[in-house]
Nanobody
């Protein structure tokens, strides 16, 4: 059974930083591309960042490019999202997901098979 557990969310002032972690257990460890999505109240879930199975390729949404960085440590079965220069519009539940692909980084949530429960990020102005 695959399990993804996010941590690291919280309340931060605009301009601040947070680092989210996604701990993975089960067969996916190191085998699949991973992604971070977010969902704000009343809005659709949106792609934030993705990383290939070996970390060789990453993709970031235009809205977070230059501020957020995705990375992974397969030895620790963990994916990270370093968030800097946070803005109030970054407020959302952030979810970690495991893709059905190894290399391709899809921005569509239908291409992700396993999901964590999410961690709340709130940015105050």
């Amino acid at each position: 059974q695959v399990r993804l557990v996010e941590s690291g969310g919280g309340l931060v002032q605009a301009g601040g930083s947070l680092r989210l972690s996604c701990a993975a257990s089960g067969r996916i460890a190191g085998n699949y591309a991973m992604g971070w999505f977010r969902q704000a109240p009343g809005k659709e879930r949106e792609f934030v960042a993705g990383i290939s199975w070996n970390g060789g390729t990453t993709k970031h949404a235009d809205s977070v490019k230059g501020r957020f960085t995705i990375s992974r440590d397969n030895a620790k079965n963990t994916v990270y999202l370093q968030m800097s220069s946070l803005k109030p519009e970054d407020t959302a539940v952030y979810l970690c997901a495991a893709s059905k692909y190894q290399i391709t980084i899809s921005i569509s949530d239908i291409d992700y098979e396993y999901w964590g429960q999410g961690t709340q990020v709130t940015v105050s102005s």
